[in-house]
């Protein structure tokens, strides 16, 4: 899993180093060199989100306040990359806690992207009780809209409706892939 790190003072080392030893892929959006908050900013490096990412987390302890080395995490929900905050002074978080917040927080992203499209489907005359499903992949959106028989002429229209649905709902996503079949 890559997972975008992001955390307001050095004492989340110890997650970082958990997650490494797991096989995680690990990265960070600071410039270490300028001790900014933005390596793409500072000096035009590539931004980590460029590449698709799993899961971003924000590690600071609840005594500490936001600060701008956080900026990443709202990027990662620019980009509909799940986010979830961890205490890494609390000593009992387990890597697949964090697992399972990614998986919680891809659920999310793709039951708000299918309502996105099934709004946008309701506002046509010729798929409004369209079925949609959404799978989200490595920088892909794959829906399948089912409709009924007497809405197939209009496939075309349909998938079009829906992928700029989807292009609204997510303008980083790379591929989408729009499927119009008869529902049986």
Do not use: K, Y
């Not at 890559?2 to 180093?17: C, F």
């Not at 270490?32 to 698709?52: I, Y």
């Not at 905050?85 to 299918?114: F, H, K, M, Y």
């Amino acid at each position: 899993m890559r997972i975008l790190m992001t955390e307001s003072s050095p004492s989340a080392a110890a997650v970082r180093d958990v997650l490494e030893l797991r096989g995680h892929d690990v990265v960070t959006c600071t410039d270490d060199a300028s001790d900014g908050p933005c390596r793409a900013a500072s000096n035009g490096d590539a931004c980590p989100l460029d590449v698709p990412t799993d899961l971003a987390l924000v590690a600071r302890r609840p005594d500490e306040t936001d600060s701008l080395f956080e900026m990443g995490a709202v990027c990662a929900e620019r980009h509909r990359v799940p986010v979830r905050q961890i205490d890494p002074s609390a000593g009992r978080w387990s890597v697949l806690d964090i697992v399972n917040a990614a998986a919680g927080g891809l659920d999310r992203a793709e039951a708000a992207c299918a309502g996105a499209v099934r709004a946008a489907l309701a506002r046509s005359t010729v798929a409004p009780d369209a079925t949609v499903e959404v799978q989200r992949g490595a920088d892909r959106w794959h829906v399948v809209i089912g409709v009924a028989e007497d809405a197939s002429p209009h496939r075309s229209a349909i998938a079009n409706r829906a992928s700029s649905a989807v292009r609204t709902h997510d303008p980083f996503v790379r591929v989408i892939d729009v499927s119009v079949v008869v529902a049986r």
